[in-house]
């Protein structure tokens, strides 16, 4: 009896330890994992973002590139609800000038007097009963006003200016994704720099790209205030 409880024990404890070794034998130790960031390399990322202008400050700076600012479209818009009060003025200026020349000539009757300017002998000429020259000139100048006071009740105007909100939504998504892209790339060139010549320049050509493409959108803004936060600006 003891023989068979001790048979047992040895085929359980072969059981138990069968998995280990096999484990062991087959995978190995597991691979090593990447190595942790250089402490300065992160502390010179961070010091680069933090001379950067934040998202917030690049998100408006396009919104008032664009003339799309929240502010502005309020304004078009209090601006397109009121038109309707104003009249269209219309100013109507005329001048005139004219000459009226009259001159009656009495068929019954010769002008026989030379001094007249008529020469009996071989002129037929008779004489002016009435001669009548009249200049005229007029000058005239008026306004007209319009209201079209149905534009108070709809305005049309009034959704051409809300279709900005539509320019606003793509312009601060296009900014922002640029802006992270940016930091992503920025991110990977400082803490997993690429080895060879060749993705080394083909990496800054593509952050110089994003940088041109927010200045863009931001009128050179982001730049300019690089500049200026790094102590380059004016």
């Not at 034998?25 to 950067?52: C, M």
């Not at 396009?62 to 397109?80: E, T, W």
């Not at 002008?111 to 008779?126: S, V």
Request: charged letters at 25%; glycine letters at 6%.
């Amino acid at each position: 009896m003891k023989r068979v409880r001790l048979a047992v024990s040895i085929v359980v404890l072969a059981a138990l330890t069968a998995p280990a070794h096999a484990q062991e034998e087959g995978g190995g130790a597991a691979p090593p994992g990447p190595p942790p960031p250089d402490p300065r390399a992160v502390r010179t990322l961070r010091l680069r973002f933090e001379r950067e202008p934040p998202v917030e400050e690049v998100q408006k700076a396009s919104l008032r590139f664009f003339k799309v600012h929240p502010d502005r479209v309020a304004s078009y818009r209090r601006g397109a609800q009121w038109k309707a009060l104003m009249p269209d003025v219309e100013l109507i200026f005329n001048n005139e000038y004219g000459t009226n020349d009259r001159t009656l000539f009495d068929y019954l009757y010769r002008n026989k007097y030379p001094q007249y300017g008529c020469n009996p002998a071989t002129d037929a000429c008779w004489p002016a009963k009435d001669d009548e020259h009249v200049k005229r000139a007029s000058i005239s100048l008026g306004v007209r006003a319009h209201w079209s006071l149905d534009r108070l009740i709809f305005n049309a105007e009034i959704l051409d200016v809300s279709s900005l909100v539509g320019v606003q939504e793509g312009l601060l998504r296009e900014v922002t994704s640029l802006y992270f892209t940016r930091r992503r790339l920025m991110t990977a060139m400082v803490l997993n720099p690429p080895q060879s010549p060749n993705e080394q320049i083909t990496e800054q050509l593509r952050l110089d790209e994003i940088t041109a493409n927010i200045d863009a959108l931001t009128g050179g803004f982001f730049t300019a205030e690089e500049k200026k936060r790094l102590g380059g600006g004016s």
